[in-house]
Every structure is written in C-alpha cells, then in structure tokens.
C-alpha cells in the first residue's frame, strides 16, 4: 500500500474558504465575533455549525398541559391583561394569556416599553417559550408573540433548529434565532455549489441522500424522516472521513518509518519461556505475544497499542517481548507515569529474572547522580538490556547504545511532546508498544487509535476470584467498619479512598484528613496501623507511606487517587471508596483493581451519599453488576463522552460534527470497510471521483501528523 502524499495542493472548492464577513448580514463586525465566540471563520464553519435540538412548531398546547420540565411550547390564546410595575429602573411588564384552560402570566424585563405597546390586547396570538416555575405558579419569561393572522401566514410545517450561541453574540443580536437566518442566507448562497465528496456509486450502494439535500435538511428539516436521513449521510461522510484519515495515516507510518526488524527468537526468550516462567501464559497472552513478534520480524516500525483488564499479565507480555529485542542485540526501555509503578516495574521484573544473563536498571529522578554515571556507561556500551524508569528516561543526556523498543504505560498519561523524545534515542526509531489497563471501547479504539494496531488481552489468568462488589449509603457505615475489622483480623489489609478534583485540592485534603481523623478513631493504635498518602505530601514520604503498606507495616491506607496506578499488594483484599458517584467508572474498575492480587477473596465498598444523580445510580450498579473493564467502558462511553473518557488532551483528535461514538459503532464500522476498500483500490486517492475527499484529508492530516507517529 502507498500511502497518500501530504503535498499541498490547489483548493477545489474555494467557496467554502470564503471569510464568513462577506456572508449577507454578518459584515466585519458581527464575523469578529462569530469567529471569537464560535470559532465561525468561513463559510464551511456556518455550514458544520449544526442545530443541538429541534422544535417542532407544528405542535400547540394548552396551558392547563404545561410543566416546568418542558422544553419550549406554543400556546394559542388571548391577552386578557396588561401591567406594568415595579421602580422606574427596574420596571417588569406582565400579561395575562388566557385559553380554555386556564390563564398564564408573561413576564418581560427588558424593554418594556415597546413590548407593552407591541401588545395586541384580546386579540388571539400565538405565544411560544418556555415554562418557568415562579412560587407556585407558572409563567413565561420573554415569550415570542405573533397575532394568529401572522402565524397562519407563515405557518411551520417543520422542526425550527435551535442552534448554539452565547451570552455575548446574544447581546448583540445574534442569538440562535439570527444564527439560523444567517444560516439560510449561506445555503441559498451555496446553491449549485459543489458539496459532494462522496461518488454517486457508493451514495447509492450505501442509500445516501446528496450533500446539499443532507446540509438543508439538517439545517431545516420538514420532517422527521428528512431530519433522520440527513444524519444519516452526514454520519457516514465524517467517520469515511476520519477512517480514509487514519488508514492513511497507518500507510504513511508504515511506508516511511523504517524500524530494525527482530527476526530472532533466541536464547534469553527460550531460556525465560521454559525455566523462568512462573506460570502456563492464557491463550489471549500467547495470541498477542505472536502479534507483536509478527510485527517486530519486519523492518517497519511496529506501532502497537495493547489493551488489557487490570491483572491479566500486560507486564509478562512486556517482559517476553523485550527479550526478543535483546535476543536481536538491541535494548529495551519500559517507562511508566509514576516512581512508584516504575519502581514496582522494576522489582517485579527484576525477581522474574533472577538466574538469568539479563541487565536490568531502574532510572527515576530520585535515582542519585553516582549511580546515574554507572547506569548511563552501562546504557552507552550497551551491556544495559533494559531500563525501566519515569519520564527521566527521556532527558536528553541518557542516550542508548542501541534501543530498539520502547514500552509506555498507562500511555495517555504521556504528552506527545514527551513521548516524541524517544524517537531521538536511536538512529531509526525504536518499535513502540503502549499498554493500558483503561479497557477502550471498539468503536472509541477505532476513531481515537485508528492508526495503530491494537492487541487485546481479554482473558484473566486461571485461579483469579471475581471481585465481590458492593454499594453503601452512609448509613451502613458502622457495618462497613465492622466489616473491615472482620478482614483485618484474617490478617488482610485494607484500602480506603478518597476523590481527587485538581480544582479543589483544598477540599479534597480537608475530606480526606476528616476522613483520616474518623478511620483513626476508629481503629486507635497500637491494635492498628494506619498510612495517609495525599499528593500534597513529599515524594520520599510518599514512598515511605506506600513501602510500609506494602511490607504489611500497617493495615489500612487511607488515600487519595494516588494510588489508582502503581500499588501491588496481594495482601490487601479490601477497597473502599469514598463519595464513589464522584468517580468515573473507568476510574472506579482501575481502583478496584487494587485488590484481588492474592489467592484471598477481595472486596470493593462503594460508599455513596444518600442523593446521587441518576448517572451515578447507573454506575453504581454497573460496578456491582459487572467485573469485565470493557462493558463498564462501552457504558462510561455513553454516560461521559470520548472527550471525558480519554482526557481532554486528546480529545480533540476526533473532532466530530455530528457523529457519536457511543451510539454509532454501526456506521463507523460500515465507514472503516469501505475506507479500507478504497484505499486497497485507490492509495493515493488519484482518482478524479475522490478529489474533494483526498483534498479534506490533506487538509486535517497536515496538523495531526505529528501525533500519529508518536502513537
């Protein structure tokens, strides 16, 4: 395959390109504006500046019907009275809307003056806007007023888009109701103009409508079938889009980015696998062993993204894997986000290779400067096989003799600019596995990591006992305690969390040390021993709570966050977590995850207020219900959004218009075969019939380039 070449070229469609000023009825000012406030620069902005909801004004209702959880309404009936009050800068007008049902009061503070002489008094009017609960009746705040003869004249018979705006557009006139005229005005505009990317071929084959029909149609849509297709096709053009991106993205990497292949499979590898190896591997473990060794036997950089449940044996992948590359004469580094998970790392690996010929070093930034010196010497004559260490590992002065693989785990906690140090390592860039124990939804995978290939461990290792889950109210806290006396006596340990909200990290340490106060009474000394670890706290005092629990120093750990990554101790059979409807269910599984390391039965204690929103209610029984990572991420997906899920640096890679990664995985997977099928036929989208297509992908691929390389 060859990928597409990134060349600029001559815009097709310069219309689309035109400054959204010399729209009729925006001018200068109002496009300074549009452009501070939307990010509306151009025509095509306007034109992807979708509606969020629609009203349908084919509808009326009575008041007698209203309740304050309505969206907005359309009432026929007549003002019955008229009154104006209140201090002379304050003054408030309201009337009185009557129909056969009962009366509504319409209130209005903002100019009052032309509004109450605008008033067509016992006359009938249609009144549209939303009820609102004032005491203990109902009114409308600043309704839209039209005498029936006016209404009857330009009758509705569609849904009236309702699009995004702001306070201060609003202000100067150009709320959703300006947005949607300026919107009419640019498709009459575009008429004749050509929109369409997609051949009439595929638009037939796959029963899309045409683009100018889906643009009016999503903009104003006579019906709900009409409004249904025109998501539909839009859809599908944005995830073909994205997928032609990302494949492309794939070629490209593939072709010009050249790797040192691994063709050996030698002594270190066999030696581990059949005298060192703790226990059989499952069969998701060997099929993805044999993925990556597929990959590194080639001389193109191998890009892999491997997804695994907490405790289903990434690190013995990982460990297998750099033995292939020392096998083939090259070092290997494994970084991690945290001194302590590195550190962990390092520990577990270096036990696992006791016995054999292997040199393994750790590197953090508490790593003292003489033994630096030695770790850098033995990195330079290459007798360092692997290195494990944190973002250390990629300063400029720690240089390899010959690394050939790099590992990053937990990889979303690495910025671009970080990971793309590891590229300067080594004359051809090393072959990168990133690993996450976050499980990522398929159709999530596909759009965010489109460009990689992805490996999935989604089998847990024999022996291990499901996680026993539960939710308490603060009611059942007594109990909760008992309980976890209980285990303390069996001889487990126990942890006890506490959220983290970055923008609150006062509170968050007031919570916690309240916390801390009530666990300490609760367990006194010298019976029990009880570790804080909060992020406020030095880094070496950090480490020094963290050692003591893991040696079995104390028997409970009251944290915050922190130690969601990084802490293994099978000992502990017991995870609480405090005020759990503040956390994700993505967040909640890796805590929990904490526990069950042992051969013990384990325990997780959500503790939730009494109220809780219904997000939380459906997260909660989530957790109890279900201990597969991927299921609690198809539904965090839905409840949270991709942006939520991945963290906001990344989320605007899939910059969507329309589409939705939760509820569409039918078309994105009907959009990737198709994408896939046209790249096989056409790499470089020559053909005459993908032209605007290609020129879109040019366009996007140009500043996200960077990004992809680095995984």
């Not at 499979?265 to 581990?272: A, R």
């Not at 990689?452 to 996680?467: A, K, M, T, W």
């Not at 039918?666 to 005459?688: H, S, V, Y």
Request: net charge positive; charged share 25%.
């Amino acid at each position: 395959m060859i990928s597409i070449k990134l060349e600029s070229q001559a815009p097709k469609n310069d219309v689309l390109r035109t400054p959204i000023e010399y729209l009729k009825g925006v001018g200068p000012a109002r496009a300074e504006l549009l452009k501070s406030e939307l990010g509306i620069r151009v025509f095509k902005d306007l034109l992807e500046h979708f509606p969020f909801r629609y009203i349908d004004r084919t509808k009326y209702h009575q008041i007698a019907e209203l309740h304050p959880d309505q969206p907005e309404v359309q009432i026929i009936g007549r003002l019955v009275a008229v009154q104006e009050d209140g201090p002379p800068r304050k003054k408030r007008l309201t009337a009185k809307l009557q129909d056969a049902s009962g009366v509504l009061t319409l209130v209005w503070f903002r100019g009052v003056r032309w509004i109450k002489d605008s008033l067509p008094l016992n006359e009938e009017v249609v009144v549209f806007g939303r009820p609102i609960k004032y005491g203990a009746q109902l009114q409308i705040a600043h309704p839209e007023i039209e005498r029936m003869t006016q209404h009857k004249q330009g009758v509705r018979s569609h849904l009236s888009p309702v699009y995004p705006s702001t306070e201060k557009l609003t202000k100067k006139g150009l709320n959703g109701k300006a947005i949607a005229k300026l919107t009419a005005n640019l498709l009459t505009t575009l008429h004749g103009v050509g929109l369409e990317r997609i051949p009439e071929r595929i638009r037939s084959s796959y029963a899309l409508i045409g683009a100018a029909e889906a643009y009016r149609c999503i903009h104003f849509p006579t019906s709900d079938r009409e409004l249904k297709e025109a998501l539909r096709r839009l859809k599908f053009e944005e995830f073909l889009l994205l997928q032609l991106e990302m494949l492309s993205l794939k070629q490209h990497r593939q072709k010009k980015f050249r790797s040192h292949p691994f063709p050996t499979v030698g002594d270190h590898f066999n030696t581990f696998y059949k005298a060192h190896l703790p226990f059989e591997l499952t069969g998701a473990q060997k099929r993805v062993i044999k993925e990556i060794r597929s990959d590194l036997a080639r001389p193109a950089q191998m890009n892999r993204l491997l997804q695994g449940d907490v405790g289903s044996g990434k690190t013995m992948v990982a460990l297998l894997v750099m033995l292939i590359a020392a096998d083939n004469g090259f070092q290997s580094c494994l970084m991690a986000p945290t001194e302590i998970l590195a550190t962990q790392h390092f520990n577990g690996l270096k036990e696992l290779l006791d016995g054999m010929n292997i040199n393994i070093a750790l590197l953090t930034g508490s790593t003292p400067k003489k033994d630096r010196a030695v770790l850098q010497e033995a990195l330079e004559n290459g007798s360092l096989h692997i290195l494990v260490g944190t973002h250390a590992i990629l300063e400029d002065k720690v240089s390899f003799h010959q690394l050939g693989l790099a590992i990053i785990d937990e990889q979303h906690r690495f910025g671009v600019a970080q990971r793309a140090k590891l590229w300067k390592k080594n004359t051809l860039p090393p072959h990168v596995l990133v690993m996450t124990a976050t499980p990522i939804p398929r159709t999530l995978a596909m759009s965010f990591y489109g460009d990689l290939d992805v490996s999935v461990i989604d089998e847990l290792p024999p022996g291990r006992q499901p996680i026993i889950t539960s939710h308490r109210f603060e009611s059942a806290r007594l109990g909760v305690f008992s309980f976890l006396r209980g285990e303390i006596s069996k001889g487990s340990q126990v942890y006890i969390v506490y959220p983290l909200i970055e923008e609150s990290q006062k509170l968050d340490y007031k919570n916690l040390m309240e916390g801390y106060e009530v666990i300490i009474r609760e367990f006194p000394r010298p019976d029990y021993q009880v570790s804080v670890v909060h992020g406020q706290m030095p880094a070496a005092e950090k480490q020094l709570e963290m050692e003591r629990f893991a040696k079995g120093e104390t028997h409970i750990m009251v944290a915050t966050t922190v130690i969601e990554v990084g802490v293994n101790v099978p000992n502990a059979t017991v995870m609480v977590i405090e005020s759990a409807e503040r956390f994700g269910l993505s967040q909640l599984h890796q805590l929990r995850g904490r526990v069950g390391r042992g051969g013990e039965q384990s325990y997780c204690i959500l503790m939730t207020g009494p109220k809780s929103s219904a997000d939380a209610k459906v997260r909660m029984n989530t957790m109890v219900e279900s201990q597969d990572g991927f299921v609690l991420s198809e539904v965090d997906l839905k409840l949270r959004g991709p942006g939520d899920l991945m963290g906001t640096q990344q989320s605007g890679i899939v910059d969507l218009k329309v589409g939705n990664l939760s509820t569409d995985g039918t078309i994105i997977k009907a959009a990737r075969m198709l994408a896939a099928q046209i790249l096989e036929n056409d790499p470089q989208l020559l053909a005459p019939e993908w032209s605007l297509m290609r020129e879109r992908i040019v366009e996007r691929t140009r500043d996200k380039m960077n990004w992809s390389r680095i995984a």
